[in-house]
């Protein structure tokens, strides 16, 4: 998750960061907080969601040689997808509730993935 963040941030920068300085520069008044908010939850989605149902793979996730499947071993759907990123936030901002959930859990997944319908796999080479 600590990978995964750094790649974030540098997601962030160009999709967030960049965009609003530039916009800074021709106005004075910068968006409404909600409205960035949205903004980076938008493009995390892309993220998260492009990798995900392209590849079952994020960045960080190819690393590690890890892969997100349906419960049954099949390619993510579009659902799944959206319902385990929209899951996935209350589960880290409850303090990481839903992640300690895979100490508790019999297979040892998250929270949000029993929830969705998914499970994170390992990759073999």
Same mark, same amino acid.
């Given at each position: 998750?600590?990978?995964? @963040?750094? $790649?974030? %941030?540098?997601?962030?920068? =160009?999709?967030?960061?960049?965009? !609003?300085? &530039?916009?800074?520069?021709?106005? #004075?008044?910068?968006?409404?907080?909600?409205?960035?908010?949205?903004?980076?939850? @938008?493009? $995390?989605? %892309?993220?998260?969601?492009? =990798?995900?149902?392209?590849?079952? !793979?994020? &960045?960080?996730?190819?690393?590690? #040689?890890?892969?997100?499947?349906?419960?049954?071993?099949?390619?993510?759907?579009?659902?799944?997808?959206? %319902?385990?990123?929209?899951?996935?936030?209350?589960?880290?901002?409850?303090?990481?509730?839903?992640?300690?959930?895979?100490?508790?859990?019999?297979?040892?997944?998250?929270?949000?993935?029993?929830?969705?319908?998914?499970?994170?796999?390992?990759?073999?080479?």
């Amino acid at each position: 998750m600590v990978y995964e @963040a750094f $790649l974030v %941030l540098g997601v962030l920068s =160009f999709a967030f960061v960049l965009p !609003q300085l &530039l916009l800074g520069m021709y106005r #004075k008044a910068a968006a409404p907080g909600v409205l960035l908010w949205l903004h980076v939850f @938008a493009v $995390l989605y %892309l993220y998260f969601g492009g =990798f995900w149902k392209h590849s079952g !793979q994020t &960045l960080a996730m190819r690393t590690w #040689k890890m892969r997100l499947v349906s419960a049954d071993g099949a390619p993510l759907t579009c659902r799944q997808v959206a %319902l385990r990123y929209m899951l996935a936030w209350p589960s880290l901002l409850s303090g990481g509730l839903g992640i300690l959930w895979a100490l508790a859990d019999r297979d040892r997944q998250f929270l949000h993935d029993r929830l969705a319908g998914t499970r994170i796999v390992s990759v073999r080479q």
